[in-house]
């Protein structure tokens, strides 16, 4: 053999050797705690949705699997990546969960008793019998979340209906979907009910014109990482001061967008804004384009035409249409109308506790950006915990728990799924009050709402539609969808 033929071979096998560790870094993106040899995922990486293409940008310029996020810290082999995966839009998802589950046969470190099972009494021993356990995480790749009546609420637990026996007032069962943790330089409220979102006097981050001032995202964020190391990982002790920060500053830099669609290829061509990169730019601050008093800011009056990233297609796609009816453009233009549709369809806003009974106004003329109104994120630019109707006793399926609660002063009861706001702070009228989260990178991360009960995005289109009366027409819900589907 000449030198020549085996200086081919050789790069030939190098070349295949390169392919096949590519090839597991694909697979097993999901296990790159602990044993995995995979030191990091280059910057805007990509997975697949069923909508397209999401993709993460780092300011840092890629993301390191070295950073405690991904580390196991706890007693339980668990790290933060076990829920919150990068290619599940840093949450769980459904499918995610069934595949690791039928690879691990349920051994995997998401299944444990603790918050993963049903119940953390459940029987584990035999694969049939984990199916069984793990069931809201394989179906709605839902977390439970257990916390108590606190000591001093003006309501009592009269009534308890868990499907797994095990709720109680000293801990309900809240079955609720991981937040992603990406676009968090965005939020002003972590947690779906704020738990972690504490108040702080010397803060200029307040509630415009009152004294209800909040303490900066990295400090409660330093805390819940590790609540969560605690909780999550069954670890025995806090977090070094330099995890803490380690974790925060990694997720931080993080900003996720749908990228590309199945029908249209890109979400950037002809200058759109969609994508993470043009979302690292998107400037953003407590109290922006605020609905109630105004930008905190530049005090100019609220504007409801919240999302801007598709406006260049609006013009450019109606003259195009014109000559060019296709699929193609008419893709283009329903995201275009979709966006619009967010920003300018009214929605009568009745019977929402947190606005309509804090506001003392029966019904608001709104839109969807009234309460989603960070421009091109989509979440409340300051804490609003408000309750839209998704835990109603009406809206229960027989795998959730359902709790009654009596008022101590009036006598009065309801029926609930999840108390949310209510169980921090004690006070009857937080019932069912939760945050409206960032709108960014949805395509990645079905199901949606706190409890995972709107299995796609056309679910809570059509949440909306029942909830408010909303009149859209087969097309108008469509573009809504699609426009949806490319944040
Ligand atoms: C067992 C699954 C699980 C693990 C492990 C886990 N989380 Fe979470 N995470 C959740 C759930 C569920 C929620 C939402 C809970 C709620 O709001 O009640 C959440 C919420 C969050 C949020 C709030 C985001 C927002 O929009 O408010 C952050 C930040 C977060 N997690 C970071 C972390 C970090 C950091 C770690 C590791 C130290 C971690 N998580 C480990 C399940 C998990
Ligand atoms: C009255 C305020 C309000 C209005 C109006 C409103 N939303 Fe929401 N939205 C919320 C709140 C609060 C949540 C979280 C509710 C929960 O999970 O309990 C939410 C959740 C969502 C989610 C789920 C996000 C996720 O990650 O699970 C989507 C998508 C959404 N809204 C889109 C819309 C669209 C589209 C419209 C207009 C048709 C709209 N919203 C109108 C307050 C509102």
């Known amino acids: ?156 637990l009269i009534k308890v209906d868990d499907p797994y026996g095990y709720a109680s007032e000293t801990e309900l069962s809240l079955f609720r979907r991981p937040l992603p943790t990406t676009n968090l330089k965005f939020l002003n409220t972590i947690m779906w009910e704020g738990r972690e979102t504490t108040s702080e006097v010397n803060s200029s981050d307040c509630i415009f014109a009152t004294d209800t001032c909040f303490a900066p995202l990295s400090t409660d964020l330093g805390s819940q990482a590790n609540n969560a190391t605690r909780g999550h990982a069954e670890a025995l002790q806090d977090l070094t001061i330099e995890q803490r920060i380690a974790i925060v500053d990694f997720e931080l830099s993080l900003f996720s967008a749908q990228i590309y669609d199945n029908d249209i290829g890109s979400l950037t061509q002809n200058n759109a804004k969609g994508g993470p990169k043009e979302l690292a730019r998107q400037t953003d601050y407590f109290g922006i384009n605020d609905t109630v008093s105004g930008d905190y800011r530049t005090r100019e009056v609220f504007n409801p035409v919240a999302m801007s990233l598709y406006d260049v297609w609006d013009s450019q796609d109606a003259n195009e249409l014109k000559s060019s009816p296709g699929d193609y453009y008419d893709k283009r233009a329903a995201i275009a109308r979709g966006q619009h549709i967010f920003n300018a369809t009214p929605i009568q806003i009745s019977g929402v506790s947190g606005l309509n009974d804090e506001l003392g106004i029966d019904v608001i003329p709104g839109t969807c950006s009234t309460c989603h109104n960070t421009p091109n994120v989509g979440n409340h630019s300051v804490p609003l915990p408000i309750n839209i109707g998704v835990s109603d006793a009406s809206r229960r399926t027989a795998d959730v728990p359902l709790y009654t609660l009596q008022n101590n002063m009036t006598g009065e009861t309801v029926e609930i799924t999840d108390p949310g706001r209510a169980l921090i702070t004690g006070k009857w009228k937080d019932i069912g009050r939760f945050k409206g989260p960032t709108l960014r990178s949805a395509a990645s991360r079905p199901p949606y709402f706190h409890d995972g009960s709107a299995s796609d995005l056309n679910a809570v289109v059509d949440f909306y539609i029942a909830r408010f009366n909303i009149g859209f027409t087969g097309r108008e819900k469509a573009d809504l969808v699609a426009f949806l589907a490319a944040l």
């Open 1 to 156: 053999m000449s030198i020549k033929k085996i200086i081919i071979l050789l790069l030939i096998s190098f070349v295949l050797t390169v392919l096949f560790i590519v090839s597991f870094t694909e697979v097993d993106v999901q296990k790159f705690d602990n044993n995995s040899n995979i030191n990091q995922l280059p910057n805007l990486f990509e997975a697949s949705n069923k909508h397209g293409k999401g993709a993460t940008y780092s300011s840092a310029g890629g993301i390191d699997f070295n950073n405690p996020f991904f580390k196991s810290l706890g007693s339980n082999g668990r790290s933060c990546a076990t829920c919150h995966v990068p290619t599940e839009g840093w949450t769980i998802t459904p499918k995610g969960v069934q595949a690791l589950f039928d690879k691990t046969k349920g051994q995997d470190p998401l299944f444990r008793l603790v918050d993963g099972a049903n119940s953390p009494l459940a029987n584990v021993a035999t694969l049939e019998e984990r199916r069984v356990a793990y069931s809201m995480l394989l179906n709605k790749a839902n977390i439970r979340v257990g916390i108590g009546i606190p000591d001093d609420a003006e309501f009592k």
